[in-house]
C-alpha cells in the first residue's frame, strides 16, 4: 500500500474535483464551479488560472477585478503548496499522460531514451512567452484555443464533442512519440506554474544518508533531472518543474525523500 | 582553440534553431488562432460585449452556461428534471471559437430572464451587466440586443397569404418587436395579409420567433447585429428628425480638391452658365 499513497490521493483528488465542476452544472452545485480559467469557490471566492489570466491581458482587454483577484489567490495557494502541483493534483490532462508514460514503461517503449534534438524540456517557457505574443497579435487567448486542458475539463462538464481527438492526440504523442512529450516539453501552463514553483514551499526533501542508490525514484520521476541531488547532497528539490506529485516518495523504499517545507528564513545550505 | 570553435558554431547552430522553431510556431499559432475566431456567425449571451472584444475577454470559465442552465425557470414542468440550457459551450466541432458561450435559437432559445441569471456571473466583463441595466441600475432584459430578427418574406406564409402568427405570439416583446401589417389581399379580393413586421429599436434577437416559425427551415431567424443590419452613412439624414439631425451635429465638412474643382466650387461651376 505505501507505495501508491500519494498516487491514490492525487487520483482522489483529481476525480474527486472534476466532479464537483460536473456538479455544479449537472446538478446546480455550488462548492466549485465554472472552469480552471475562472472559477467560483462556494459561490463567492473567485480563482483564476494566472497564466490564461497573462493572455487575456496580453490581448489588451481590461479585466473584471474579479479575475485578478481570482489569479492572485491561485498564485498564493500555488506559492504555498508547490507550483506544479497544479498538474499533478488537479489537471486531468495529468491522468493522460500519467496513463502514457506508464504505459510505455510495461511496453518498455523507452528502452533506449533517445535525446531529442528538437524537443528540449525548456521548450515550454519558450510556447509560454509565444503565447502571450501570439494573443497580443491576434487579440485572442492563444493557447485556450487549443489548450488540451481546459479543452479536457470543459468536456466533462459540458460534453466533449470533436475535442476528444486533442486528448487522444496527446496520449499517443505521449506513448509513442516524445516520453512525457507533452508535460515534460510543451505544455506552457505547467510551464507558468513550474515558475511560481520555483519559490514555493512545500516541496520534496532528500536524505542522501538514508538513500540506497537505488535510482527507481529517477525511473518514476516524470521530471527525473529535478533529482540530481539524489545519493549526493541532503537537500530539497528546488526545480520547479518538480510537480510535487509524490511518486518518488512512494516508490523510495529507504525514507529518503519526503515532503517538507521551504526555510527561507534558515540559510539554504 | 579548435574545440571551442566547434562549441560555437554548434552554439550558433542551436540558437538559430531555436530563434528558426519559435518564428515559425509563432506564425502557425497566429494563423491557426486567427482562422478560428473568424466565425461571424454567433449569438452570444445577453449583455455580451462587441464581439471582437467578447473574443478577448471571454475567459471561457462557463459561469454564465452554468446560471443558465441551473436557473429556476429551467425545470421541466412535467419531469421536474432541468432542460437543456440556453447557451452552450463552444466545444471541437462546433465551429465557433472554442470554450465560449453562444446559443442556437433553434435549439434551444433565450427565454429572457427577468433576473438574468447570466449575465452577473460573469467575472471578465465579457457580458456587461450595465448594459443590460436601466436608468434605476436594475438588470432589464428587454434592453439586451443578442442579434436581430429578420423575415424572409418569400418563406413566411403570412407573406403568401396564410394565417400564421406563430412568432408574433412567440414573442415576449409583442406587439412592440413584432408587428403585425395589415394589408389587402388582391388576389382572394375578401382576405386580409396578416405581416410580421420586426422592428430593431425593441427587438433582443432571443430567437424565441424562429423557434416557433412552423415552416420548415424557419421564415425568421435571428442574426448577430452586425450582419443583419445595414449603415446609411452620415451623408444621409432625416432632416425631419430632430434626433437623427443631433447625429451630424459635430460633423465637420471636408473639401476636396480635384482637377475640376480646383478653379471653383461645384456651385460656382454649376451656375456659371455653361451648362446652357
Ligand atoms: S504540464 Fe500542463 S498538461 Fe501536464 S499536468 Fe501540468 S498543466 Fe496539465
Ligand atoms: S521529484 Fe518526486 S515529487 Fe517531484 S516530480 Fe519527481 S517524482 Fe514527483
Ligand atoms: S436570459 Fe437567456 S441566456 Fe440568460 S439565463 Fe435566461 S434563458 Fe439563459
Ligand atoms: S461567464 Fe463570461 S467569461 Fe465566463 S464563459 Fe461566460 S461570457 Fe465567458
Ligand atoms: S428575436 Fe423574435 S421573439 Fe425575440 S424579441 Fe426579437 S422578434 Fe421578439
Given at each position: 500500500m505505501k507505495n501508491i499513497k500519494y498516487l491514490l490521493l492525487r487520483r482522489v483528488t483529481q476525480i474527486g474535483i472534476l466532479l464537483l465542476y460536473f456538479g455544479a452544472n449537472a446538478y446546480g452545485w455550488s462548492i466549485l464551479s465554472g472552469t480552471f480559467g475562472s472559477s467560483l469557490l462556494f459561490g463567492s471566492v473567485p480563482l483564476a488560472d494566472p497564466y490564461t489570466t497573462l493572455q487575456v491581458l496580453a490581448t489588451g482587454f481590461v479585466l473584471g477585478s474579479d479575475v485578478l483577484l481570482g489569479a492572485a489567490i491561485i498564485t498564493l495557494f500555488y506559492f504555498v503548496v508547490g507550483g506544479r502541483a497544479f498538474c499533478s493534483w488537479i489537471c486531468p490532462i495529468n491522468m493522460v499522460t500519467d496513463l502514457a508514460n506508464w504505459l510505455r514503461r510495461k511496453?518498455?517503449?523507452?528502452?533506449?531514451?533517445?535525446?531529442?534534438?528538437?524537443?528540449?524540456?525548456?521548450?515550454?517557457?519558450?510556447?509560454?512567452?509565444?503565447?502571450?505574443?501570439?494573443?497580443?497579435?491576434?487579440?485572442?487567448?492563444?493557447?485556450?484555443?487549443?489548450?488540451?486542458?481546459?479543452?479536457?475539463q470543459r468536456g466533462?462538464?459540458?460534453?466533449?464533442?470533436?475535442?476528444?481527438?486533442v486528448v487522444i492526440a496527446i496520449f499517443l504523442f505521449d506513448l509513442f512519440g516524445v516520453k512525457n512529450?507533452?508535460?515534460?516539453?510543451?505544455?506552457?501552463?505547467?510551464?507558468?506554474?513550474?515558475?511560481i514553483g520555483k519559490a514555493s514551499l512545500i516541496r520534496v526533501d532528500h536524505d542522501h544518508e538514508a538513500c540506497t542508490n537505488c535510482m527507481k525514484c529517477k525511473v518514476v520521476c516524470p521530471e527525473?533531472?529535478?533529482?540530481?541531488?539524489?545519493?549526493?547532497?541532503?537537500?530539497?528539490?528546488?526545480?520547479?518543474?518538480?510537480?510535487?506529485?509524490?511518486?518518488?516518495?512512494?516508490?523510495?523504499?529507504?525514507?529518503?525523500?519526503?515532503?517538507?517545507?521551504?526555510?527561507?528564513?534558515?540559510?539554504?545550505? | 582553440m579548435a574545440t571551442s570553435d566547434n562549441n560555437r558554431r554548434k552554439f550558433i547552430a542551436t540558437t538559430l534553431q531555436s530563434v528558426g522553431l519559435t518564428a515559425l510556431g509563432g506564425l502557425l499559432w497566429s494563423g491557426y488562432s486567427d482562422e478560428v475566431k473568424a466565425s461571424a456567425l454567433v449569438l452570444r449571451p445577453p449583455g455580451?460585449?462587441?464581439?471582437?472584444?467578447?473574443?478577448?475577454?471571454?475567459?471561457?470559465?462557463?459561469?454564465?452556461?452554468?446560471?443558465?442552465?441551473?436557473?429556476?425557470?429551467?425545470?421541466?414542468?412535467?419531469?421536474?428534471?432541468?432542460?437543456?440550457?440556453?447557451l452552450q459551450m463552444a466545444k471541437g466541432g462546433d465551429h465557433q471559437l472554442i470554450g465560449t458561450p453562444f446559443f442556437v435559437p433553434t435549439e434551444v432559445p433565450c427565454y429572457m430572464c427577468e433576473d438574468i441569471p447570466c449575465v452577473p456571473v460573469c467575472p471578465s466583463g465579457a457580458l456587461d451587466q450595465l448594459s443590460v441595466s436601466n436608468e434605476a441600475g436594475e438588470l432589464d432584459i428587454n434592453k439586451s440586443r443578442m442579434g436581430l430578427a429578420v423575415v424572409h418574406k418569400e418563406s413566411c406564409i403570412a407573406f403568401w397569404g396564410i394565417q400564421c402568427d406563430a412568432c408574433y405570439r412567440a414573442c415576449p416583446l409583442l406587439g412592440e418587436a413584432i408587428t403585425i401589417e395589415m394589408h389587402r389581399n388582391e388576389r382572394t379580393?375578401?382576405?386580409?395579409?396578416?405581416?410580421?413586421?420586426?422592428?430593431?429599436?425593441?427587438?433582443?434577437?432571443?430567437?424565441?420567433?424562429?423557434?416557433?416559425?412552423?415552416?420548415?427551415?424557419?421564415?425568421?431567424?435571428?442574426?448577430?447585429?452586425?450582419?443583419?443590419?445595414?449603415?446609411?452613412?452620415?451623408?444621409?439624414?432625416?432632416?425631419?428628425?430632430?434626433?437623427?439631425e443631433a447625429r451630424i451635429e459635430n460633423a465637420?465638412?471636408?473639401?476636396?480638391?480635384?482637377e475640376l474643382s480646383k478653379e471653383g466650387t461645384a456651385a460656382g461651376y454649376l451656375n456659371s452658365g455653361d451648362l446652357y
Open positions: 511496453l518498455q517503449l523507452d528502452k533506449e531514451q533517445t535525446t531529442h534534438r528538437f524537443l528540449k524540456r525548456k521548450a515550454r517557457y519558450w510556447i509560454m512567452v509565444l503565447g502571450l505574443i501570439v494573443s497580443a497579435v491576434v487579440g485572442i487567448a492563444a493557447f485556450e484555443v487549443l489548450s488540451p486542458i481546459t479543452i479536457m466533462i462538464i459540458f460534453g466533449f464533442g470533436a475535442g476528444v481527438s512529450g507533452w508535460c515534460g516539453h510543451l505544455c506552457p501552463l505547467g510551464a507558468s506554474y513550474s515558475l527525473s533531472h529535478v533529482l540530481h541531488m539524489v545519493n549526493k547532497e541532503s537537500i530539497m528539490v528546488t526545480d520547479g518543474e518538480c510537480t510535487n506529485c509524490g511518486r518518488c516518495i512512494d516508490v523510495c523504499g529507504d525514507d529518503a525523500l519526503k515532503f517538507s517545507i521551504r526555510n527561507y528564513l534558515k540559510k539554504e545550505q | 455580451a460585449i462587441k464581439e471582437e472584444d467578447f473574443l478577448k475577454a471571454c475567459i471561457k470559465c462557463g459561469l454564465c452556461a452554468e446560471a443558465c442552465q441551473n436557473r429556476e425557470t429551467n425545470i421541466d414542468r412535467h419531469t421536474g428534471l432541468s432542460k437543456a440550457g440556453t379580393g375578401k382576405h386580409t395579409f396578416m405581416l410580421p413586421i420586426v422592428h430593431d429599436t425593441v427587438c433582443t434577437g432571443c430567437g424565441l420567433c424562429e423557434a416557433a416559425c412552423v415552416t420548415e427551415k424557419p421564415a425568421i431567424f435571428v442574426l448577430p447585429n452586425e450582419i443583419a443590419k445595414g449603415v446609411a452613412g452620415d451623408h444621409y439624414v432625416k432632416g425631419w428628425d430632430k434626433a437623427d465637420k465638412a471636408e473639401e476636396t480638391v480635384t
